[in-house]
Structures are given as C-alpha cells and as structure tokens.
C-alpha cells in the first residue's frame, strides 16, 4: 500500500550516473491522502482510482497531467464503481479496468470499465465463472487480449489465496485454467509483473510472514517454478510495487 498526497516523487532517467527523487511542483487541486488506490499511467497522464483514509473508501477519479504537472478530477459519466479500495486497475488502450477489492463492508469481484476518452463507466457482463470475491489481489496484462489475476485474500478465515484466474478480453470469457510446477503460496499484497509470456511474482503477505521470494508463471505451459535470482535481494515485503523497464520482452 501507498500513501497519495499533495507531493508527486519522480525519479530521474536511469541513464544519469547518479539517480537522485525530485518533488516538483505539481498545480490544481492536490489528492486527499489516501491507501490502496490504483494507479495507470497512458500517453502522459497518470489516473488514479479509490482508495481509503481513515475508514473513508473513495470513488473519485484523478488526473496527473504529467507534462503540466498539474492535478485535476475527472468528472464521470455511468455506472462506476462506487467507494473502494485495494482493487486492481489496468488499462487496455483507453479502457481502465477495475475488478474486486472492498468498499469497507464486503469484498466485490465485478468489473468496470472506465473510457478516458469519453469518460464514461460501464459495468462488464463476462462469461465464465469469475473469480471469487477478493482484495489486494494483482491484475496484469498478458500479450495484449489476457488479463490474469492472482492471488489476494478473500472472505472469511485462512482466505489467503493462490489461485490463478484469465479473462479473454477477446470474448470476454473467464477461465480458471490448471497449472503445474510449484506453485506460489497464498498471499495478497503481492507485486506481479508480466514479461513476454511469464508473469513474475514477487513478494506479499501470508498472514504470518512475508515472502520474498519470486515465482514465475509460463503462460504457454501454464508451468509454475521458482526464479533463481543472483546479487542481493530486497527481501521478504508486502504493500510494494514492481515495475519492469526494457524495450524488448524476453521469453
């Protein structure tokens, strides 16, 4: 989990032989601080979904013009949301999409779609079985037409989870495919990232440790191992966030 507030941190390019954080100054009217809000980045402005504070669950949608570095709220149209957090938001083209997470009493597994452009929310009607209820699960977007989610906690006791869940963008289609390998404990606050067709997880929280481990997914074998990683490891944490930087997908 983040905090959002009225300081935007950027660090510079990777090129430079001493990365260094800036805070610039960022106009308009600066987030209420905030947790397990999601954020996606699209052709130079950031969005930033939900979230919590205090025991009050947001539903607004913020903007960050990344080249005026300037913040404004989005007004909506449609059926959104509503106040939630710990969600996942990915976005497919100009189309955000939202699934599960909490709005402070129970936990969801609907989907909704945010169009930047237009500005209008849809609520998706997908074939399949979806997955169950669940928060601070992750999201992440495979080849294109796949959005795969792993893991999160769901209702009840022992709802630590590790189960794998695809919906086919393409036909809106949920699947609940059958994996092998050794598969990566339960968990939420995990991080995932998708590079080529292997999805890596890293870290997360299994109600009485953290992992800090990575685990590897082959999206065409469906075969889960463990990544053997050299140099130092950041170690065993939960609430992170993983990015990858490259310009090509290693398979």
Known sequence: MGSLGGEVSVSVSLQMKKPMWLYPKVMGVH????????????????????????????????????????WSILVTTGQGPGPRDSHSAVL?????????????SRKVNDIHVLDVRSQ??????????????????????????????FGGSGEGEANYLNDLHVLDLKTMRWSSPEVRGEMPVPRDSHSAVAIGNRLFIYGGD??????????????????????????????????????????????
């Open 206 to 251: 299994c109600g009485d440790r953290y992992q800090g481990d990575v685990d590897v997914l082959d999206m065409d074998t469906l075969m889960w191992s463990k990544l053997d990683v050299l140099g130092p490891s950041p170690g065993a944490r939960a609430g992170h966030a993983s990015v990858y930087f490259g310009s090509k997908a290693s398979n």
């Open 31 to 70: 987030p209420s601080e905030r947790w397990g809000h999601s954020s996606c980045n699209s052709n130079g402005f950031v969005y930033v979904f939900g979230g919590c504070r205090g025991g009050l669950h947001f539903s607004d949608v913020l903007v960050l013009n990344l080249e005026a570095m300037a």
């Open 92 to 104: 497919v083209g100009h189309r955000m999409v939202v699934f599960g997470g909490t709005n402070g």
């Open 120 to 149: 209008e929310w849809t609520q998706l009607e997908c074939q399949g079985n979806p997955p169950s209820p669940r928060e601070s699960h992750t999201a992440t977007l495979v080849g294109g037409d796949k959005l795969v989610i």
